[in-house]
């Protein structure tokens, strides 16, 4: 038995001498089915021709798969590049927040730096009207604990 493709639609074939295919609604048989009809089927190209035929096709499938991988890797390229460029503008963004808070808190810190009063840690008094000014100020004694 032997196997012919036409096209789209697969065409069977046995022997060719009394080979009979059958169209049964959308499908081809090479055995009779209820309301089905015969169909004449006769390769006229030489052999040569259908080896032509036959390399040509395979031939538009290698360039088919070819172009089906540089599309897929092309498309894989330009889905990463985009999810690079995502990450990268996540990232700006996030700095970005962290930049503007830290320069508000600045700002939150000069605003009150300015508006509250310092209060001097020195005293800024005279000396108490008992004391010379050469007096040195007296020790006090440490007292000793009653344990």
Do not use: I
Request: include cysteine.
């Amino acid at each position: 038995m032997t196997v012919m493709w036409v096209g789209s639609v697969g065409l069977f074939a046995h022997d060719p001498a009394h080979a009979q295919t059958w169209r049964c609604g959308n499908t081809y048989s090479d055995r009779p089915c209820e309301g089905g009809r015969p169909v004449k089927v006769e390769d006229h190209r030489s052999d040569q021709d259908r080896r032509a035929a036959d390399a040509g096709a395979r031939s538009a499938q290698t360039q088919a798969d070819h172009l089906e991988r540089t599309r897929l890797s092309q498309e894989k390229a330009a889905y990463d590049r985009d999810r690079h460029a995502a990450r990268e503008a996540r990232s700006a963004a996030q700095s970005e927040r962290r930049l503007a808070m830290s320069e508000q808190r600045e700002r939150d810190r000069a605003r009150k730096a300015l508006g509250d009063p310092h209060k001097s840690s020195m005293s800024f008094k005279g000396p108490p009207a008992e004391k010379a000014a050469g007096d040195a100020p007296k020790k006090r004694k440490k007292r000793k604990s009653a344990d």
